[in-house]
């Protein structure tokens, strides 16, 4: 349903927490997998106990150069 969303250009941010880790095993499935190409704006950035960070993108249909 996400992925629909944001097809339809009904998502206005997009929010992402990093969580500072290296997977060798888990991992493997892409977020967004079977989503159109978007530019994101970053909008905000936070980063908690030096580590975590909190990204808040705008996102909007990627045109083809």
């Keep these: 349903m996400n992925r629909a969303l944001l097809a339809a250009g009904l998502v ?3 929010q ?3 969580f500072p880790v290296i997977t ?3 991992g493997t499935a892409p977020l967004f997998r079977g989503a ?3 530019d994101l704006e970053l ?3 936070h ?3 030096r580590r975590t960070q909190v990204l808040v993108y705008r996102p909007t ?4 150069s």
């Design 16 to 18: 992402l927490t990093i």
């Design 24 to 26: 060798g095993v888990t």
């Design 61 to 64: 249909v990627h045109a083809p």
């Design 47 to 49: 980063t908690f106990d």
């Design 36 to 38: 159109g190409d978007f």
């Design 12 to 14: 206005d941010r997009i």
């Design 43 to 45: 909008l905000e950035s």
